[in-house]
């Protein structure tokens, strides 16, 4: 897959799909997440729908520049202690806008899950002209007051997984089935597929942990999400059990004009029975943005 330098050196791998001359549409991982969390099914229906559409591995998973620096410590995070930080969200966003310059693409639609929506949000309000629809699923406004994770999901969030492949995927399998949708269970088939893919292109546990610092260091943006004039969808799970559902219902009313659309018995995870109500209201959500309406409250 090819690579893309954007931003002080740092360098993304990224897989593209469809035609390019069709409308560009970015999707954005969440957590410690690679490029192959969005599925390739997932990708080509967006494909049928129209767009040309563009993967891509954060910094410091998967492919692209694994950073140096201080090695975050999840408790010291988690009572408040930032200093290991060696990025935040804006950082990342950047890293986004450089992509884009490498493709040539002037705006795309940007769509992001959990992290990744934090990415997503942050892109549209500090590089306005490159967003033209924006959706955020399963994510928050870093506002300490909402979408904290209920205790089983914290504990499966910051519990170190095995180093070896086979200790890994039990990890990341007995993981996802914490945070996962009650309604609509895993195919643990394809999850330990996902998850050994991943783990063979890269197993970086560090990088999760400059991630997750760089999230929590990156503080409350409701007021910077207040500046989003992007037509804007919030898709969050009813039983999300990561970020809980307050925490999107926060990013919606922070956003000028943006749809919450709360799914019932969706966790912290993007089931496929799920993906044609995904792609209807990302299509949806693009259309508004096409017309230059603003998104309906």
């Known amino acids: 897959m090819p690579r893309a330098q954007v931003n002080n050196g740092i360098e993304l791998e990224y897989e593209t799909f469809g035609d390019q001359t069709r409308p560009a549409l970015l999707l954005i991982m969440g957590l410690g997440v690679q490029m192959l969390g969005w599925d390739e099914r997932f990708c080509n229906a967006l494909v049928d729908r129209g767009f040309f559409v563009i993967r891509f591995d954060n910094r410091d998973v998967g492919l692209s520049t694994h950073t140096e620096g201080p090695i975050p410590n999840p408790l010291e995070l988690m009572g408040g202690n930032y200093s290991s930080a060696s990025y935040t969200l804006d950082d990342l966003a950047d890293d986004t806008a450089g992509l884009l310059d490498h493709l040539g693409i002037a705006a795309a639609h940007v769509v992001g899950a959990s992290m990744g929506g934090m990415v997503a949000q942050t892109?549209?309000?500090?590089?306005?002209?490159?967003?033209?629809?924006?959706?955020?699923?399963?994510?928050?406004?870093?506002?300490?007051?909402?979408?904290?994770?209920?205790?089983?999901?914290?504990?499966?969030?910051?519990?170190?997984?095995?180093?070896?492949?086979?200790?890994?995927?039990?990890?990341?399998?007995?993981?996802?089935?914490?945070?996962?949708?009650?309604?609509?269970?895993?195919?643990?088939?394809?999850?330990?597929?996902?998850?050994?893919?991943?783990?063979?292109?890269?197993?970086?546990?560090?990088?999760?942990?400059?991630?997750l610092a760089g999230i929590m260091a990156s503080g409350d943006r409701t007021e910077t999400l207040r500046q989003i004039k992007a037509p804007t969808l919030v898709i969050h799970g009813e039983d999300d059990p990561l970020i809980v559902k307050s925490g999107g219902e926060a990013t919606a009313a922070a956003i000028p004009g943006a749809k919450l659309v709360v799914i019932p018995g969706m966790g912290h995870d993007l089931p496929p029975e799920l993906w044609p109500q995904f792609i209807d209201e990302i299509v949806e959500n693009t259309e508004r943005a096409a017309v230059g309406g603003p998104a309906p409250g």
């Open 123 to 211: 892109l549209a309000a500090k590089h306005p002209e490159r967003v033209l629809s924006l959706t955020s699923i399963m994510s928050t406004t870093g506002n300490s007051e909402v979408g904290q994770p209920k205790p089983e999901a914290l504990t499966a969030l910051i519990t170190p997984m095995p180093g070896d492949r086979a200790g890994y995927i039990e990890g990341a399998v007995s993981a996802f089935k914490v945070i996962g949708s009650p309604k609509y269970p895993a195919d643990e088939e394809r999850l330990r597929d996902v998850v050994g893919r991943s783990y063979d292109r890269s197993y970086n546990p560090v990088g999760f942990l400059r991630q």
